[in-house]
């Protein structure tokens, strides 16, 4: 039994230490870019759109489907990067051990 109760206190700071990773994660933010830095987004890690920067000179009337374009593929930029980075967090979180849910 105190087999058991080892484990299980095992399992409570590895649930501790995952939230604590999540909380953290959760608060840092990533930047994608598109057009050479004409168009930038900031997302949180969870895929949360924090803002968009236009270049001045990136909006032109006659050039708008190209500007959706190009926030569309910022927007992937970034969402990849959080992605990534959110993962490897918890990664880093669990020490490489694959728990479902997490």
């Known amino acids: 039994m105190n087999n058991m109760q080892q484990i299980m206190a095992r399992a409570q700071k590895l649930q501790a230490k995952v939230n604590e990773a999540q909380k953290r994660l959760e608060k840092e933010e990533v930047t994608g870019t598109a057009g050479a830095g004409s168009v930038s987004l ?8 924090k803002s968009i920067t236009l270049d001045k000179d990136v909006v032109n009337q006659d050039e708008k489907e190209i500007l959706e ?4 593929v910022a927007f992937k930029d970034a969402k990849a990067k ?4 959110y993962n490897t967090g918890l990664k880093e979180a669990t ?3 694959n ?3 997490f």
């Open 69 to 72: 374009d190009l926030i569309l």
């Open 82 to 85: 959080a992605d990534e980075k």
């Open 99 to 101: 728990i479902p849910g």
């Open 42 to 49: 900031v997302l949180s890690l969870k895929g949360e759109l």
């Open 95 to 97: 020490a490489g051990l």
